[in-house]
C-alpha cells in the first residue's frame, strides 16, 4: 500500500501457447491491460475479471495465485471518453504514461 492505493501487477497466462501473456496493472481497481507491452483496454473503459467456474466477479484484492479466469474489457459510456472526463479518469491520472 502506498498513498492511500493497493498498488500490483498482475501476470496473466493463457491456456493455449498462441495467446501471449497479459499483464494488468492495478491500484485499487484494474487499470491498464496490456500485452506485448500493448495497451488493448485501460481507464476509463472497464476491465473486469471473471471466475471461469462461476462467472463472478473477481476484485483486485480478493485476486489469487492458480485462480482460472476471464478479462473482460467494457468500454465507458461518451460521457466518460470526454475531454472533462478524461481530466479526472485518463490513465495518466493514474501514474499511466498512455493516452486513452
Do not use: W
Not at 473503459?45 to 478479462?71: F, K, M, S, W
Not at 465507458?76 to 485518463?90: D, K
Request: charged share 25%.
Amino acid at each position: 500500500m502506498e498513498g492511500g492505493y493497493d498498488y500490483g501487477d498482475l501476470k496473466l497466462e493463457p491456456f493455449d501457447s498462441a495467446t501471449s501473456p497479459m499483464k494488468i496493472r492495478i491500484k485499487n481497481e484494474y487499470l491498464l491491460a496490456l500485452q506485448d507491452e500493448t495497451p488493448v483496454t485501460m481507464t476509463p473503459d472497464l476491465i473486469c475479471i471473471l471466475d471461469n467456474e462461476t462467472g463472478h466477479p473477481i476484485t483486485a484484492e480478493t485476486l489469487r495465485y492458480g485462480q482460472r479466469v476471464t478479462v473482460i474489457g467494457i468500454g465507458a459510456p461518451a460521457l466518460m471518453r470526454t475531454t472533462r472526463a478524461l481530466e479526472v479518469v485518463s490513465p495518466r491520472n493514474f501514474g499511466f504514461d498512455y493516452e486513452y
